[in-house]
């Protein structure tokens, strides 16, 4: 599943300039907002947003390395980037996301996806499993934020 939206770069400077001086971010008092409000409205800037999430503990593959854990490779294709977007992303799921490391970590990020790498925290207990992510039921949630 996931959500396209688009916006453009002078509203999200707008509103993080309120959100930062505590003050209106009006676009004839900022020159830089100024100049971005302009190449909005000749349609030579956008920005895309758009979100997901995996399927709850499908998808999740076994690596093994110094310390093994697990890894997703995340489609987001869908949203359509047209460059190579910033992403964030966290786990969820049922139980047990929180003693993972590595969570909010993307790897290999392109405009069609990204890989996500799972492990314990802790060393000194058993390996992570596929049938761990599929028995909580972890996830990834995703947001993709595209300038192009």
């Not at 916006?7 to 505590?22: E, H, I, N, Q, R």
């Not at 999740?60 to 995340?74: A, F, K, R, T």
């Not at 058993?126 to 990834?140: F, K, M, N, R, S």
């Amino acid at each position: 599943m996931s959500i396209v939206r688009f916006t453009t770069l002078a509203t999200a400077l707008a509103f993080g300039a309120a959100l930062t001086t505590g003050v209106g971010a009006h676009a004839d008092a900022r020159p830089v907002v100024k100049q971005t409000v302009a190449k909005a409205l000749s349609g030579t800037t956008t920005q895309r947003i758009a979100s997901g999430s995996t399927a709850p503990g499908m998808g999740w593959q076994l690596y093994i390395n110094n310390s093994p854990g697990l890894y997703i490779d995340v489609d987001t294709t869908s949203a359509g980037f047209r460059g190579t977007p910033v992403y964030t992303v966290s786990v969820g799921g049922t139980d047990h996301q929180f003693e993972l490391t590595g969570t909010s970590t993307v790897y290999h990020p392109t405009a069609t996806g990204f890989r996500v790498y799972i492990r314990w925290s802790e060393r000194d207990i058993p390996p992570l499993t596929v049938a761990d992510a599929e028995t909580y039921g972890w996830y990834v949630n995703w947001i993709g934020v595209d300038n192009p």
